[in-house]
């Protein structure tokens, strides 16, 4: 915590993450509680660095991303956040929030996920918090479902849990072994139906959705049963699963909606056929129209160079297992911004 003339600031990074075994549904909206557990791998290639300020003299809250100012939905998001955040203050003070994304915003990256994770962590570090990890995935989860699981690095778990203390992050896998994410990234614009929207819509108005939840709880036993073993080729099979069972229930919404582009057919038709000619990759896909690549790490630079044949103009980032939320210094936070 730096403390300049009453002025609390604190900074932090968190990296985003991708499940494997998706979140899609809250059964509380309140205190952002799951209808199913989840399960992501932390991603190094992308990550969001916050710096936070608390001071009496300012008026109202403020989040300024990449240098421009948020309003609207954003905006609302920080407001009802930080309310949480003042409930947990003995004197509860405006913020400002400065936050750099290293990740396309609101494009099936979960921007969101390292934004709040991010911003959970410079809090802390600005109000002198003691908390561990774990407990500040309890925290951050208030504002975004999937930041629980950008605390930790590697392979986390979000538990549903039926309360605001048990739904937290637990750490599965450091993953620091032979295993990788790409990232195809088709489309880097903000979406047109946020998460939060297109799941609050497919609960209520999806048949499909029951069998998206009860099924979750053998795809997540599998998953950490493989990621135990190392094996990718299960992962894969479940992760592909998983992510279609829950694009069927956007598919199945009334009105019907989905996230997936032409662009998306054709990457999932292409790790379909690469697959089939001997590479160990497996597609999943979260609100968004990216398409992200799990495979071994060590074949990401041939997959790259195969991928490039087809779609000449996309970005391709290549990323393994990411670190945990960590505090950053106010010396760092001068020399990067």
């Not at 802390?124 to 407990?135: E, G, H, V």
Request: proline residues 4%; hydrophobic residues 40%; glycine residues 6%.
């Amino acid at each position: 915590m730096t403390n300049h003339s009453s002025v609390f600031t604190g900074q932090a990074r968190a990296h985003t993450n991708i499940a494997l075994i998706k979140y899609w549904g809250k059964k509380d909206p309140d205190l952002f509680l799951p209808m199913v557990s989840s399960l992501s791998l932390t991603l190094s290639a992308f990550y969001t660095d916050t710096r936070v300020s608390f001071s009496e003299s300012y008026t109202e809250n403020r989040l300024l991303v990449n240098g421009l100012e948020q309003t609207g939905k954003a905006k609302e998001s920080l407001d009802r956040f930080m309310s949480v955040i003042g409930s947990k203050m003995e004197h509860p003070l405006p913020i400002h929030i400065e936050s750099f994304n290293h990740v396309p915003t609101a494009a099936g990256l979960a921007s969101s996920a390292s934004a709040y994770a991010a911003m959970t962590g410079a809090i802390a570090q600005a109000l002198n918090w003691d908390l561990d990890l774990q407990s500040l995935s309890r925290i951050a989860r208030r504002g975004s479902g999937s930041a629980t699981r950008s605390l930790f690095g590697g392979f986390v778990e979000w538990e549903k849990g039926t309360d605001d203390l048990s739904s937290k992050a637990i750490p599965i896998d450091d993953g620091l072994w032979d295993v990788g994410m790409l990232a195809l990234v088709l489309n880097d614009k903000e979406k047109t139906i946020s998460s939060r929207d297109g799941m609050a819509k497919t609960v209520a108005t999806s048949p499909f959705y029951p069998a998206f939840v009860s099924s979750q709880d053998s795809d997540l036993e599998l998953m950490k049963k493989a990621i135990k073993e190392r094996d990718i080729v299960s992962m894969g099979e479940i992760a592909e699963h998983n992510a279609m069972k829950m694009h069927a229930t956007t598919l199945s919404a009334k009105p019907p909606m989905t996230y997936l582009s032409p662009d998306s057919l054709r990457a999932i038709k292409a790790v379909q056929d690469l697959r089939n000619s001997g590479f160990t990759c497996y597609y999943t896909m979260d609100a968004g129209p990216n398409v992200k690549i799990l495979s071994p790490a060590s074949q990401q630079d041939d997959l790259i160079k195969a991928l490039r044949q087809i779609f000449k103009d996309v970005t391709l980032v290549k990323s393994q297992a990411g670190p945990a939320m960590r505090y950053l210094s106010d010396e760092e936070w001068q020399e990067l911004y």
